[in-house]
């Protein structure tokens, strides 16, 4: 059969077109001449449909499902529902219209009731789903069935033959939208509350189990379903709120685009929105009737995509924030530094400072003094100081800022031997050094085994180190000896600014905090001493200063001028010496820590402190030094974060 055997009239060279219809057309009072009818002249899928009085069909398949009509159990005449079936629909919230309006029928198989659901494409009937009232927990027969593939069926979704997306005049909506449902009674449910444009899945939610969904999607590819969705704008998603539910939905928005795609969520403890509209005693729930069922509608989201997060997302953490509040990260114990910043996870802190005002030694000590104090958490560091080869010098800084004693023997401050092997078992258990060179590395995928100090092959120790260690953090120092792959035409501060982002999502990813040293560019001189650096005098670009969580100045005034009366005290003639003679080097110059940034307040604030170095690489705060604040109030101590501060001074490992 062709479109002209029916008094269609075509359009040569195209798929999809309105004209006049020929059932209704001559018989109207208004708008005669409307083009209402909508033809999709497509091969296999020739489908017609009036928008006004409601002719439609389907040519390639109105002689094919002459078995589906027999084997339906559809009554030939209009029959009313009967006490039992009138009574469920009832306590679903379902009136006899709503049920009538998309076709549903009552039958019997055996003894039995069954509530039939009848599947249209356009006009013809293509399949039916059979609800049997009379089923019993473990019973034999099944609760729902459809009608056997060797008929012929078709697996469409449920109320497609419904959906009204152009006017009587055949003018399509400017904003058509679509509510999928998982079942039938949802999808009454919304019929019931007034919403026409709503269909449900033909098969619910797929198996959790399931290896792959190619079945049960499948109905999406179908040409029919697809030339009726195309004129969809929105679609809602009122699936169930469980694993099953959620799983349909993911599925569902990514064949049917993200973008296009909305969800409808339920209040807490509710499973569906049939139990939104009728309650469910059982479970303690109260029917929210339509106004609740229109509330979902009107508070649906939008699909989450990956970088978008939402505060339902993130519930439960907003709710550990409502408990406590802002909480600083780790101390190191002591107050003025503590008061100054704090440690967590996922964060980034860089250290600049003149050459030789101390930045690797205090970074040391620093990271004993936060291992020492939070003894109970056994935190790890990986350290990646080249700068200190061969390795065995590094480690043995590490235990003399542990000891604030010599490694070497024979010194009046030197380790004893059972002090010594109590800072080796310090050392061992809290730190790691990254030391490859090419001769001795491990074989990373993607590594150039000629260039082993790069930022892509520190990350992958790292990695190993979290996953076998779970290292709390790790040291880069210092910047300018990784090696580093700037391509030759890309400006250094683009290449910088990259590469911090790297390291900044590689400790979110991997939740470790990293320490980065970093040389500042030529800073100038006051007098005969160099000026204290700011994060944007560091070599490159601003990019240190923006993507720093904590940012510290170390710096050291070494030069003092001498005075008439230091002169005198030293037997000099101050007039006879030439202008650099009257400096001196001052060993015991207090060292200045300044934090420059501070990101979030809860993890410290932006000032200085003064702190004076032993000769093995241990600080104390100067008795002079005025600058931080000694003691923190009761909201900003430091033992009121969210890890287990607890110090265990019985440890074997720690007797310093």
Not at 579 to 596: G, S
Not at 604 to 624: A, D
Request: proline share 4%; aromatic share 10%.
């Amino acid at each position: 059969m062709q479109f002209e055997d029916l008094g269609i009239k075509t359009k040569a060279g195209k798929q999809r077109y309105a004209t006049t219809c020929p059932q209704c057309d001559k018989t109207r009072t208004k708008h005669q001449g409307a083009l209402c009818l909508t033809v999709n002249d497509e091969p296999g899928n020739r489908w017609y449909k009036c928008h006004h009085c409601g002719w439609s069909g389907n040519l390639d398949v109105q002689d094919r499902y002459e078995g589906v009509r027999d084997k339906s159990r559809m009554p030939s005449k209009e029959r009313v529902y009967t006490v039992k079936v009138r009574d469920y629909l009832k306590k679903r919230g379902i009136s006899q219209g709503a049920a009538k309006s998309t076709g549903i029928y009552e039958s019997q198989q055996m003894k039995d009731t069954l509530i039939c659901f009848p599947y249209y494409m356009n006009l013809t009937l293509v399949n039916v789903k059979f609800f049997n009232m009379d089923y019993r927990e473990g019973d034999k027969k099944p609760k729902w069935f459809q009608l056997p593939q060797d008929l012929g069926t078709r697996v469409l979704p449920l109320g497609m033959n419904l959906l009204k997306t152009h006017d009587e005049e055949g003018r399509r909506y400017a904003k058509n939208s679509l509510l999928i449902t998982e079942g039938e009674w949802d999808m009454l449910t919304w019929k019931e509350c007034g919403y026409n444009n709503v269909i449900s899945v033909p098969q619910g939610a797929p198996s959790t189990k399931a290896k792959n969904f190619e079945k049960e999607f499948r109905y999406l590819q179908d040409k029919y379903v697809q030339s009726v969705l195309s004129d969809i704008d929105i679609f809602y998603l009122c699936v169930d709120d469980d694993e099953a539910g959620r799983l349909l939905r993911k599925h569902l928005s990514m064949i049917l685009g993200k973008d296009k795609c909305r969800i409808i969520r339920y209040p807490t403890g509710y499973k569906d929105i049939n139990e939104v509209f009728v309650g469910h005693e059982k479970k303690g729930l109260k029917p929210l009737g339509k106004k609740g069922v229109e509330e979902c509608l009107q508070n649906a989201s939008s699909v989450p995509i990956k970088g978008v997060i939402r505060a339902s997302q993130v519930r439960e953490e907003l709710q550990i924030l409502r408990e406590g509040g802002f909480k600083p990260g780790l101390g190191c114990g002591i107050p003025e530094i503590d008061y100054l910043f704090t440690l967590k996870p996922k964060h980034i802190t860089f250290i600049t400072g003149v050459p030789g005002s101390g930045k690797s030694v205090w970074t040391r000590w620093y990271l004993v003094e936060l291992i020492k104090h939070n003894a109970d958490l056994g935190l790890k560091w990986a350290m990646f100081t080249p700068e200190n080869r061969p390795v065995s010098r590094e480690y043995a800084k590490i235990a003399q800022a542990l000891t604030g004693m010599s490694l070497e023997k024979g010194h009046k401050y030197s380790m004893s031997d059972e002090q010594y092997r109590k800072a080796m078992n310090f050392v061992e258990k809290h730190f790691l050094i990254i030391s490859p060179d090419k001769y001795n590395h491990e074989p990373f995928e993607g590594v150039d085994p000629k260039k082993v100090n790069t930022i892509k092959s520190i990350q992958k120790y790292l990695i190993y180190l979290k996953k076998t260690e779970n290292i709390f953090g790790y040291v880069i120092d210092a910047w300018n000896k990784i090696e580093h792959e700037q391509p030759k035409w890309q400006a250094e501060t683009t290449f910088i600014s990259e590469q911090l982002d790297r390291l900044i999502d590689f400790n979110a990813y991997w939740d470790v905090h990293s320490f980065v040293i970093v040389h500042p560019r030529k800073i100038e001189m006051s007098g005969e001493n160099y000026k204290m650096p700011s994060l944007y005098d560091i070599k490159g670009s601003s990019a240190w200063k923006e993507k720093a969580d904590i940012g510290i100045l170390i710096h050291r005034y070494k030069m003092k001028k001498i005075t008439h009366k230091m002169a005198m005290g030293m037997n000099l003639d101050i007039e006879d010496m030439d202008e650099d003679e009257k400096y001196i080097v001052m060993e015991n110059a207090p060292t200045i820590i300044r934090t420059e940034k501070i990101r979030f307040e809860e993890l410290g604030h932006e000032n200085r402190v003064k702190m004076e170095m032993n000769n093995y690489g241990r600080f104390t705060i100067c008795k002079n030094s005025k600058e931080a604040k000694p003691s923190p109030t009761p909201d900003e101590r430091i033992e009121s974060n969210i890890f287990n501060t607890n110090k265990n001074d019985d440890d074997d490992d720690l007797p310093f």
